[in-house]
């Protein structure tokens, strides 16, 4: 349905795309990789809000530029931290989206008012979008993202600004969007797609290190995820050495997880892998990172 | 609602707007009240209105004339010699002789005589131009000799039929007050229609839509000049309909030059048509300026530069008009402030040498002006077609 081949952007010299090629079919792919990978750079260019400096973006077999309307009638896009106009109410905002859309007039109200059930909104839509908190605007941003029920969703750190609940709500709507969709969320927070996404591409310093099932990209750090129990006076000395995914206090021990080659200690002990662990291994991202500090 | 009445929700339907609209007419007609209040001042204004009214508005009979003739002499004899009574006479015009005479000599004749011989001098500058015909002719000066026939076919047969009271006129034309408070809302109100779509982060989300290209850029220049509209008929209704209170106006119906500032105009048509064309001109000059703070809010990423720089351009523009020459060379008839204080251009026959061809300074300018304003858009367009973001933008955000 999607295919991105060759892609490539660049900012002077800092190349922010290099070479990018995948195909997208229907299903949840989860774009992960740290900040400054690439992500929001490559989502830019696949709604056509900048120009590629090399390689092609198709849609249908089509390169979108000769295909634009089709193909932005098929997409919904979610930026990164959307403000939106704080002077509309929800449900003139989403009138405005079907009036960009192009949604035929007959429709909307239905659709809008369908958009605002399926993200729990029914109730603020008279509200002004000033008075909306983080949450709210994320969630009226994925409502207008869903008009016109485009095959194809694309969210750019979605989740960002929302509380526990609103993540687990967000996972929950995208699992049940997905049937015949193609859904993409780019992000830098690994439990936003473990559990939802068929396939999650790592993405670092504007190249994809690894693609897969979650599985598939498990079974590549296997044997390579340690855990160890030390002492308050040790811990220090694995922290500057060794990429630690976690670091749990028990009884007065601490319990640390560890990606490495080789086993840290000779008492560590193997274990079972986990996304995120393989986010740090292939993107040597911080820890903080992977729970969205 | 289609994207341009969203564009009117966006940026002019804001209760901060309507009251500064609101507030500056307000202010405006305040300016306009203590302009005339000023000019009023000068002159005798109530006792000219009741001799103007009862003796000389409409057409120029004899009758008319020789009364304003036999009265100024009669008043200039009695007070000649300073003797006559300086005490209240309910018999004068003004309540007493001296302030007659003035009123007379100094206001209602040189107007009349001005009516009345305004045939015959303008005759001679037809005349003269005639000559210079011949002359240039000679010469082989092709444009000077089509300048001349041009002058010719504009002032012919020139003559002024009715006399009317056009002091309210004058200061309804020389009033300038309206035009910064059009050019203050307007900035106002067109600064953050690109900028506002960055700070609300919507300039990453529209080029997802159906039309969010260039359509919804072509909406914003269509709202943009909507608005110019707007604003600039708006204040101008406020100022004609108080000027009509305050001044009062009349002579809507005479010629142009009846007005004395316009003796020379190359305009042959009546007074209200001027303040139609006027408002046309003064339009389509703020119309330019407005499209500069556009290209600025679609260039910028922060709407205190984007303020900065309509400031800067309307100073430098307002500054420049004050430099002008009276023959306006070329580099001057591209000043939009030319065209917002427009009578400047029709005081006088100006015209440009384009291929020896003499092109009369108003078309060049309004030339001039449709073409920054063709480019302009042209540049937004062009700005808009490809990338819709600054790419640093989004490398940056990225990177945050």
């Known amino acids: 349905m999607l295919q991105i081949c060759a892609l490539q952007k660049k900012y002077g010299k800092q190349c922010a795309v290099d070479g990018l090629s995948f195909s997208f079919s229907s299903g949840i792919y989860g774009i992960l990789g740290p900040n400054g990978a690439g992500k929001t750079t490559l989502l830019a260019m696949v709604i056509g809000a900048i120009a590629p400096d090399g390689g092609q973006i198709l849609f249908n077999q089509l390169p979108i530029e000769r295909n634009r309307d089709s193909f932005v009638s098929s997409v919904g896009y979610l930026p990164q931290n959307p403000i939106f106009y704080k002077d ?37 839509a008279k509200k002004k979008i000033g008075a909306y908190s983080g949450g709210m605007r994320q969630r009226l941003g994925i409502a207008q993202a869903l008009l016109g029920y485009p095959k194809i969703l694309i969210f750019d750190e979605p989740t960002a600004g929302l509380d526990p609940i609103e993540r ?37 310093q504007g190249k994809i290190v690894l693609s897969g099932s979650p599985a598939e990209i498990n ?75 | 609602m289609n994207l341009l009445a969203f564009e009117f929700k966006k940026y002019l339907f804001k209760p901060y707007i309507i009251f500064l609209v609101l507030f500056c007419t307000l202010i405006n007609l305040m300016g306009a009240y203590l302009s005339c209040a000023y000019y009023k001042q000068i002159y005798d204004h109530e006792n000219f209105q009741k001799i103007y009214n009862r003796f000389l508005r409409g057409a120029l009979t004899e009758e008319k004339i020789n009364f304003v003739i036999s009265e100024t002499k009669r008043l200039q004899k009695l007070t000649a010699d300073q003797t006559a009574s300086r005490d209240y006479d309910p018999k004068t015009y003004t309540g007493n002789l001296y302030g007659d005479r003035f009123l007379f000599s100094l206001d209602i004749y040189p107007e009349v ?20 015909i011949e002359f240039f002719a000679a010469k082989n000066n092709l444009y000077e000799r089509r300048k001349n026939e041009q002058i010719v076919s504009i002032y012919r047969n020139r003559v002024i039929r009715d006399f009317y009271d056009l002091k309210g006129m004058k200061y309804f034309v020389f009033y300038d007050f309206s035009s910064l408070m059009i050019l203050l809302l307007c900035v106002l109100i067109i600064a953050p229609v690109f900028i506002g779509e960055k700070e609300t982060k919507m300039d990453q989300l529209t080029p997802s839509f159906k039309k969010g290209d260039v359509r919804l850029v072509w909406t914003k220049i269509i709202f943009t000049f909507t608005v110019v509209l707007f604003i600039s008929l708006w204040f101008s209704v406020c100022d004609l309909i108080g000027f009509s ?90 000043n939009p402030a030319l065209l917002i204080k427009n009578r400047y251009l029709f ?54």
């Open chain 1, 88 to 124: 509309f109410r929800a449900d003139e905002f989403l009138s405005y989206i079907c009036e960009l859309k192009d949604i035929p007039k007959a429709q909307r109200a239905g659709q809008i008012a369908e958009v605002l059930a399926e993200v729990n909104l029914t109730s603020a």
């Open chain 1, 168 to 204: 687990i709500r967000f996972r929950n709507t995208i699992s049940r969007l997905s049937a015949d969709r193609t859904i993409i969320i780019a992000t830098h927070i690994v439990p936003d797609v473990e559990f939802i996404a068929q396939t999650v591409i790592l993405m670092n």
């Open chain 2, 245 to 334: 209170v305050i001044a009062p106006l009349d002579g809507f119906n005479a010629p142009v030059f009846a007005m004395k500032v316009f003796q020379f105009t190359p305009l042959n048509i009546r007074l209200y048509q001027y303040i139609l064309l006027g408002f046309a001109l003064k339009t389509l000059g703020i119309g330019t300026l407005i499209s500069l703070v556009l290209l600025a809010s679609r260039v910028f990423d922060r709407i205190t530069y984007v303020f900065g720089s309509s400031a800067g351009v309307i100073l430098i523009t307002y500054l420049a008009q004050f430099v002008a020459k009276a023959s306006f060379p070329f580099y001057e008839l591209i």
């Open chain 1, 219 to 293: 079974q590549q750090v296997q044997g390579k995820v340690w855990t160890l129990e030390v002492s308050y006076q040790d811990v220090d000395r694995f922290i500057g050495k060794y990429k630690i995914s976690n670091i749990q206090l028990f009884d007065g021990r601490y319990t640390l997880r560890i990606v490495n080659d080789f086993a840290p200690a000779e008492y560590a002990q193997p274990a079972h892998p986990r996304l995120e662990e393989a986010y740090i291994y292939f993107t040597e991202a911080q820890a903080n990172e992977l729970i969205g500090l």
């Open chain 2, 347 to 400: 005081m006088n026959y100006t015209a440009q040498n384009i291929f020896d061809y003499p092109v009369q300074s108003v078309i060049v300018a309004v030339a001039a002006n449709l073409t920054i304003i063709a480019s302009v858009v042209a540049l937004i367009i062009l700005a808009s077609r490809n990338v819709c973001l600054p790419k640093r933008q989004i490398y940056m955000e990225a990177k945050a």
């Open chain 2, 113 to 132: 005589k001005y009516a009345v011989s305004y045939a015959y001098d303008n005759q001679r500058v037809v005349e003269k131009a005639s000559d210079n």
